[in-house]
């Protein structure tokens, strides 16, 4: 088996440093094995002064992740790193995902020049972000919240940006692994934002069929996280919404065996908001995921997702 591993991944500041994460992981794991890190750039990379509410279909096909998978599947690369969030609900023919290493914080969280949290931000106060969930909900709590859609490298936005804006809302996760959680006004709680599905997992693509790669991927794995992220990925298939839908899911274990999982679809100007929750033993993943799924759905989860579908693909 060679010890030689390439290793795909995208070239900003953040991806990098989570692909030295995974690779520090692997070779803890197994010491002489080499891995030669190939940065590739996705559509997300070459548009990134592009809104994503105007990338229409792509939004849809993953901006971030396509070009990575590409080159699994031709052969260019042994595995591809990503964060566990932006991988496709839907995977291309012939690739497999996991997620890798326990998860960080899989918060969102405000950086302000304000110094204070959300709550105590001025009126009409202007908040940056591209995430039409973030919007969605924040819309909710404060209805007095303006929004501008911003992208770029987190260190520009959370050092920079700071100052043009009265707050600017980025995963608490890819600040801490930057270094950067000096910079966290308030790590923003549940009641006000639920986060993405698998926010703060890292990922690992690899090709069907490379028992070479998985065996080494398996090794790294954090079982809790793994089980998680999967209830997660699946409610949003289930809710049909892609990964910039308006939906927030979370699901947690606790160390008595416990299963929480909470989804919350806000329509994307804040006026109508779903959250439900379930509870119960985490050997019942799968009833539990389809009675919080059945709850949404029936009030009209299915509804909101395809709204802001429309209007993001308008």
Do not use: W
């Not at 030295?20 to 197994?30: F, K």
């Not at 396509?66 to 595995?79: C, F, I, K, P, W």
């Not at 934002?193 to 028992?211: D, F, N, S």
């Not at 939906?247 to 679809?265: F, S």
């Amino acid at each position: 088996m060679s010890t030689r591993l390439l290793v795909g991944t995208r070239g900003s500041q953040l991806a990098l440093r989570q692909t030295h994460l995974i690779v520090a992981m692997l070779q803890e794991r197994e010491p002489d094995l080499t891995c030669d890190i190939v940065e590739i750039a996705t559509h997300g990379d070459r548009f990134r002064d592009t809104p994503i509410q105007e990338m229409g279909a792509e939004v849809d096909r993953g901006i971030f992740n396509t070009a990575l998978e590409q080159a699994v599947l031709r052969g260019e690369v042994d595995l591809a790193t990503c964060s566990f969030k932006d991988v496709e609900s839907r995977l291309p023919e012939g690739l497999a995902a996991v997620s890798v290493g326990p998860r960080e914080d899989p918060h969102d969280a405000l950086v302000s020049r304000h110094n204070g949290p959300l709550a105590a931000l001025p009126e009409g106060a202007v908040l940056a972000t591209s995430s039409p969930r973030r919007v969605s909900q924040l819309a909710a709590f404060r209805p007095d919240f303006r929004f501008e859609a911003l992208r770029g490298n987190v260190t520009t936005r959370a050092l920079r940006d700071r100052e043009r804006f009265d707050g600017v809302i980025l995963a608490a996760a890819g600040l801490r692994r930057l270094g950067l959680e000096r910079q966290i006004t308030e790590v923003v709680p549940e009641s006000i934002l639920l986060p993405a599905p698998a926010q703060g997992a890292l990922g690992c693509e690899y090709a069907v069929g490379r028992e070479d790669v998985a065996r080494r991927i398996r090794a790294i794995q954090d079982a809790p996280t793994e089980r998680c992220v999967r209830l997660e990925k699946a409610l949003l298939v289930r809710l049909s919404g892609g990964c910039f839908a308006p939906v927030g899911i979370l699901a947690r274990e606790t160390p008595q065996g416990g299963l929480e999982i909470q989804c919350r679809i806000a329509a994307l100007d804040g006026s109508r908001s779903i959250d439900e929750r379930v509870t119960g033993p985490h050997t019942h993943g799968a009833e539990l995921l389809a009675t919080l799924g059945d709850r949404v759905l029936r009030a009209g989860g299915r509804e909101l997702v395809d709204a802001a579908r429309a209007r993001l693909q308008g």
